[in-house]
């Protein structure tokens, strides 16, 4: 997907979203238009009537796209291939106002993953946000675990949001500074 589509739609059927900044769910109706502004890690930020609205990957068919196919692992699976699945999965999710994904933003801090006796797995993320009072917060959380559950094997993710140490720009990789013009 792309970063910046600007790509017209119509609301196909009832569909719940977030409001970008405030994180208030709200529910949009058939028939309703905008414009898609970004469709990064299957999820979608679109305007419309004057405000910003983040939709989930899996109610894309609302808004005329694809919905987002879960990940896959192989099989005999170790922790460390659920690990590097749980990063990848954390790098589908963005920021709904900046194109960035939260890894490259340098919002997540550690990531681990225990095994269970009955070869389940629980996965533990620490993660911050650019603003402690950023209303996306719980709706970042939320998409960080949602993205984690969905991995094969994985019973449990577990989200906690820190502030310790404060996140600042120079936690963000050097591509993202150099995408962002913040060096």
Not at 71 to 88: F, K
Request: net charge negative; hydrophobic share 40%; charged share 25%.
């Amino acid at each position: 997907m792309r970063g910046f589509d600007s790509e017209p739609f119509t609301v196909a059927r009832e569909v719940r979203a977030v409001i970008v900044p405030a994180g208030t769910e709200v529910t949009l109706q058939p028939g309703q238009s905008g414009y898609i502004t970004q469709a990064l890690g299957g999820s979608f930020t679109v305007y419309i009537e004057g405000n910003l609205f983040r939709i989930s990957g899996e109610d894309a068919a609302a808004i005329g796209r694809e919905p987002v196919n879960p990940p896959e692992l192989p099989p005999n699976a170790t922790e460390d291939d659920v690990r590097q699945l749980a990063w990848e999965q954390m790098r589908t999710c963005y920021d709904p106002e900046i194109p960035i994904n939260i890894v490259d933003l340098g919002l997540v801090y550690d990531c681990q993953v225990q095994a269970h006796e009955d070869g389940s797995r629980s996965v533990a993320v620490t993660m911050t946000l650019t603003a402690p009072g950023c209303g996306m917060g719980e709706i970042l959380v939320d998409d960080v675990r949602d993205k984690i559950e969905r991995i094969p094997t994985v019973r449990e993710a577990r989200v906690e949001l820190t502030f310790d140490p404060p996140w600042n720009h120079s936690m963000m990789s050097e591509a993202a500074r150099l995408q962002t013009g913040m060096f």
